[in-house]
């Protein structure tokens, strides 16, 4: 590997996050030091309203490893992803939340799935510390994706890992949601983590409808698909 390639993208959307982004940012390039791979890390600031921007600019100015984009206005978690996506140059995708350092620890067993032949890890959150709707919400998306792609996706909200085919698929994509089309062609395998996540959540009401039916809208138009087997790993 050449000395500048990066190997490793990690893109994290991040919304008013002050109180806990260097923290985070801390746990997260340890934990990738320890994995001995050049690696960026893309914060993608979604319109923070509080001084996560600026603890952001003043953590990028120090570390030549991390990349800021900034998104002056609050569009949401999954337009920031975008646009992390269409910034990133590693060859392995990494999509994670800024409070989810609890499933740092499963990165390299993420690394060794994808190293096996995975197109795409997800992690699965077994113990998740959130309001009944969102649980209800989050099962509901999850049960129709599986239904249109006869394929069990437990959990599309966790940390998402994506090797060189999946984030091929990605980057063509250029959108997370979009991809999902694709996920019939990818060999996907899925890892049970220990969720033990206690912050806010970004999300509301209204704008976990609008992902609702923005993932409604991604399943009408499903192309027919090539279907592979899934694993599930107990980490």
Request: charged residues 25%; positive net charge.
């Amino acid at each position: 590997m050449k000395e500048n390639q990066v190997h490793i993208s990690i893109i994290v959307p991040v919304f008013n996050a002050s109180q806990h982004i260097e923290y985070f940012y801390t746990c997260l390039s340890a934990a990738l030091i320890k994995i001995d791979r050049n690696f960026e890390i893309i914060f993608i600031n979604d319109g923070s309203s509080d001084t996560t921007l600026e603890k952001l600019t003043w953590l990028s100015e120090r570390n030549s490893s991390l990349r800021l984009v900034n998104q002056p206005c609050n569009l949401g978690q999954y337009s920031a992803i975008n646009k992390g996506i269409a910034q990133a140059r590693g060859e392995i995708l990494v999509i994670m939340d800024d409070d989810q350092e609890y499933a740092l620890k499963y990165i390299p067993i993420f690394l060794k799935r994808i190293a096996d032949g995975d197109d795409l890890v997800l992690g699965w959150r077994i113990k998740r510390d959130i309001p009944i709707w969102r649980m209800v919400g989050s099962q509901v998306t999850n049960l129709m994706i599986s239904a249109a792609l006869c394929k069990r996706i437990h959990d599309l909200g966790g940390i998402k890992v994506f090797g060189n085919k999946g984030a091929r698929a990605l980057s063509s994509c250029g959108s997370l949601l979009k991809v999902i089309k694709s996920y019939g062609q990818l060999r996907i395998s899925q890892v049970r983590i220990n969720d033990t996540s206690c912050r806010v959540s970004r999300y509301n009401l209204k704008k976990s409808l609008l992902l609702f039916l923005q993932v409604i809208c991604m399943l009408l138009s499903f192309p027919e698909r090539d279907l592979k087997g899934e694993k599930i790993i107990n980490a």
